[in-house]
């Protein structure tokens, strides 16, 4: 066991050894951000399905104004969050601009 957390230690820099320490003492806080969402005319239900099959999407709905659909993503890092958003969220087909909010404060 010590020797799987150890490898876990050294292959990410770190990262998991926070993460663990983290969590067991319930300091852990997942970054988070609001994902203002413009698509295609009509398509704001499609693209509202697609976003809820995503596991990092807590929230999603549709909203009247400037924008079509705001979502809300949560990640373990700011890192994470940006390639969820640049890898999975604005390749959608329907999705015409995103406007990413990120949360300084929980």
Do not use: W
Not at 1 to 8: K, S
Not at 41 to 52: A, D, N, R, T
Not at 94 to 106: E, G, L
């Amino acid at each position: 066991m010590i020797f799987v957390l150890l490898l876990l230690f050294f292959c990410h820099g770190g990262k998991f050894l926070k993460l663990l320490v983290s969590l067991l003492y319930g300091e852990y806080k997942m970054a988070s951000a609001y994902i203002l969402i413009n698509c295609e005319i009509g398509e704001e239900s499609s693209v509202m399905s697609q976003l809820k099959e995503m596991p990092n999407v807590s929230e999603v709905h549709i909203v009247y104004g400037v924008y079509d659909l705001i979502a809300k993503i949560e990640a373990e890092d700011t890192d994470s969050l940006k390639k969820i958003v640049t890898e999975n969220l604005r390749v959608l087909e329907k999705v015409r601009s995103t406007m990413t909010m990120i949360c300084v404060d929980q």
